[in-house]
Protein backbone atom coordinates (compact mmCIF):
# COMPACT_ATOMS: atom_id res chain seq x y z
CA UNK A 1 0.00 0.00 0.00
CA UNK A 2 2.76 2.25 1.07
CA UNK A 3 4.62 1.95 -2.53
CA UNK A 4 1.72 2.33 -4.46
CA UNK A 5 0.10 5.93 -2.57
CA UNK A 6 4.47 6.77 -3.11
CA UNK A 7 4.22 5.80 -6.74
CA UNK A 8 1.33 7.45 -7.40
CA UNK A 9 2.60 10.78 -5.74
CA UNK A 10 5.61 10.42 -7.43
CA UNK A 11 4.09 10.26 -10.94
CA UNK A 12 1.78 13.00 -9.56
CA UNK A 13 4.84 15.51 -8.95
CA UNK A 14 6.74 13.76 -11.83
CA UNK A 15 9.20 12.64 -10.38
CA UNK A 16 10.03 15.67 -7.59
CA UNK A 17 9.63 15.11 -4.26
CA UNK A 18 11.29 18.63 -3.23
CA UNK A 19 11.36 22.30 -3.95
CA UNK A 20 13.13 22.96 -1.14
CA UNK A 21 16.74 22.01 -0.79
CA UNK A 22 15.79 19.09 1.81
CA UNK A 23 17.22 16.45 -0.91
CA UNK A 24 17.46 14.12 1.68
CA UNK A 25 13.81 13.58 0.94
CA UNK A 26 15.23 11.68 -2.09
CA UNK A 27 17.67 9.23 -0.20
CA UNK A 28 15.17 8.52 2.56
CA UNK A 29 12.59 6.93 -0.49
CA UNK A 30 15.36 5.29 -1.89
CA UNK A 31 16.08 3.78 1.54
CA UNK A 32 12.35 3.37 2.45
CA UNK A 33 12.09 1.33 -1.18
CA UNK A 34 14.89 -0.95 -0.64
CA UNK A 35 14.10 -1.83 2.54
CA UNK A 36 10.56 -3.11 0.80
CA UNK A 37 12.38 -4.91 -1.70
CA UNK A 38 11.47 -2.54 -4.65
CA UNK A 39 14.83 -1.14 -6.85
CA UNK A 40 14.96 2.67 -6.26
CA UNK A 41 16.05 2.93 -10.01
CA UNK A 42 12.57 2.11 -11.15
CA UNK A 43 9.60 3.49 -9.20
CA UNK A 44 6.87 4.18 -11.14
CA UNK A 45 9.31 4.88 -13.87
CA UNK A 46 11.40 7.30 -12.38
CA UNK A 47 15.29 6.34 -10.96
CA UNK A 48 15.60 8.19 -7.43
CA UNK A 49 19.42 7.88 -7.75
CA UNK A 50 19.35 10.70 -10.60
CA UNK A 51 18.20 13.25 -8.03
CA UNK A 52 21.39 12.72 -6.16
CA UNK A 53 23.61 13.62 -9.25
CA UNK A 54 24.00 17.01 -8.89
CA UNK A 55 26.36 16.98 -5.49
CA UNK A 56 25.77 21.07 -5.31
CA UNK A 57 22.20 20.33 -4.77
CA UNK A 58 22.92 16.84 -2.55
CA UNK A 59 25.23 18.97 -0.14
CA UNK A 60 23.40 21.65 0.14
CA UNK A 61 21.71 20.96 3.81
CA UNK A 62 25.47 20.26 5.14
CA UNK A 63 26.48 17.42 5.68
CA UNK A 64 22.90 15.70 6.32
CA UNK A 65 22.75 15.57 2.58
CA UNK A 66 25.47 13.53 2.15
CA UNK A 67 25.20 11.57 4.78
CA UNK A 68 21.53 10.04 3.70
CA UNK A 69 22.87 9.96 0.22
CA UNK A 70 25.72 7.64 1.45
CA UNK A 71 23.69 5.46 3.41
CA UNK A 72 21.01 5.41 0.27
CA UNK A 73 23.73 4.55 -1.75
CA UNK A 74 24.70 1.85 0.42
CA UNK A 75 21.24 0.30 0.68
CA UNK A 76 21.77 -1.96 -2.42
CA UNK A 77 25.53 -3.27 -3.61
CA UNK A 78 23.67 -2.62 -7.16
CA UNK A 79 23.38 1.36 -6.81
CA UNK A 80 25.51 3.99 -8.39
CA UNK A 81 24.39 7.83 -8.68
CA UNK A 82 24.13 8.17 -13.00
CA UNK A 83 25.55 10.66 -14.47
CA UNK A 84 22.96 13.45 -15.41
CA UNK A 85 23.53 15.78 -18.66
CA UNK A 86 23.63 19.50 -17.16
CA UNK A 87 25.29 18.56 -14.05
CA UNK A 88 28.33 20.51 -13.31
CA UNK A 89 29.35 19.11 -10.10
CA UNK A 90 28.65 15.06 -10.40
CA UNK A 91 28.26 13.16 -6.88
CA UNK A 92 30.38 9.84 -6.65
CA UNK A 93 30.69 7.83 -3.89
CA UNK A 94 34.10 9.05 -3.35
CA UNK A 95 33.02 12.72 -2.99
CA UNK A 96 30.19 11.62 -0.51
CA UNK A 97 32.80 10.38 1.70
CA UNK A 98 35.50 12.95 1.60
CA UNK A 99 33.03 15.17 2.33
CA UNK A 100 31.64 13.59 5.64
CA UNK A 101 35.28 13.28 6.46
CA UNK A 102 36.20 16.81 5.71
CA UNK A 103 33.45 17.65 8.16
CA UNK A 104 34.05 15.83 11.24
CA UNK A 105 34.45 18.37 14.03
CA UNK A 106 37.78 18.65 16.09
CA UNK A 107 36.45 17.00 18.81
CA UNK A 108 35.29 13.68 16.50
CA UNK A 109 31.98 12.72 15.41
CA UNK A 110 29.39 15.16 13.25
CA UNK A 111 27.40 18.08 13.74
CA UNK A 112 24.78 19.74 11.71
CA UNK A 113 25.65 23.32 13.11
CA UNK A 114 28.89 23.77 15.26
CA UNK A 115 31.57 21.94 16.42
CA UNK A 116 31.08 19.65 19.18
CA UNK A 117 29.59 16.48 18.01
CA UNK A 118 26.00 15.85 17.99
CA UNK A 119 24.65 12.10 18.71
CA UNK A 120 22.19 11.80 15.79
CA UNK A 121 24.60 13.48 13.18
CA UNK A 122 27.34 10.87 14.40
CA UNK A 123 25.05 8.26 14.24
CA UNK A 124 24.21 8.38 11.25
CA UNK A 125 27.58 9.37 10.11
CA UNK A 126 28.81 6.01 11.06
CA UNK A 127 26.18 4.12 9.23
CA UNK A 128 27.31 5.80 5.95
CA UNK A 129 30.92 4.98 6.99
CA UNK A 130 30.10 1.38 8.17
CA UNK A 131 30.70 -0.36 4.91
CA UNK A 132 34.00 1.17 4.63
CA UNK A 133 35.22 0.47 8.28
CA UNK A 134 38.87 -1.49 8.23
CA UNK A 135 38.80 -1.96 4.69
CA UNK A 136 41.55 -1.10 2.40
CA UNK A 137 42.57 1.66 1.00
CA UNK A 138 39.82 3.06 3.47
CA UNK A 139 42.34 4.06 6.67
CA UNK A 140 41.00 7.22 7.17
CA UNK A 141 37.31 6.24 7.63
CA UNK A 142 38.46 3.58 10.13
CA UNK A 143 40.18 6.49 11.82
CA UNK A 144 37.31 8.72 11.79
CA UNK A 145 34.77 5.84 12.91
CA UNK A 146 36.95 5.54 16.04
CA UNK A 147 36.93 8.97 16.90
CA UNK A 148 33.23 9.28 16.50
CA UNK A 149 32.91 6.02 18.64
CA UNK A 150 34.93 7.51 21.35
CA UNK A 151 33.36 10.75 20.96
CA UNK A 152 29.45 9.17 21.51
CA UNK A 153 30.89 7.59 24.72
CA UNK A 154 31.98 10.73 25.92
CA UNK A 155 28.43 12.19 25.10
CA UNK A 156 26.26 9.59 26.56
CA UNK A 157 24.06 10.49 29.06
CA UNK A 158 24.40 9.08 32.55
CA UNK A 159 21.32 6.84 31.98
CA UNK A 160 22.96 5.35 28.81
CA UNK A 161 20.85 7.26 26.19
CA UNK A 162 21.15 10.10 24.10
CA UNK A 163 20.28 13.33 24.08
CA UNK A 164 21.02 16.22 20.85
CA UNK A 165 20.43 19.92 21.16
CA UNK A 166 20.00 19.42 25.25
CA UNK A 167 17.14 17.52 24.73
CA UNK A 168 17.11 13.48 25.64
CA UNK A 169 14.72 11.65 22.43
CA UNK A 170 14.21 8.60 21.47
CA UNK A 171 15.95 9.15 17.90
CA UNK A 172 19.15 9.98 19.11
CA UNK A 173 19.18 6.36 20.61
CA UNK A 174 18.07 4.97 17.70
CA UNK A 175 20.69 6.86 15.23
CA UNK A 176 23.65 5.58 17.61
Not at 36 to 52: Q, T
Not at 65 to 78: K, R, V
Not at 104 to 126: I, N, R
Not at 131 to 145: I, L, M, N, Q, R
Request: proline content about 3%; some cysteine; hydrophobic content about 35%.
Amino acid sequence: TYYNHFANYLEEKKGKLTSSVKYTEYSKAIVAMTAMGKDARNVAGYNLLESLADFENVAAQGVNGPIWALIALNANPQYTIPETAGVQNQTTREKLLEYILDNETPAGGWDLMGLAPDSDMTGMALQALAPFYKKSGYEDVTAAVDRGLEALSRIQDSDGGYSTMGSKTVESCAQV
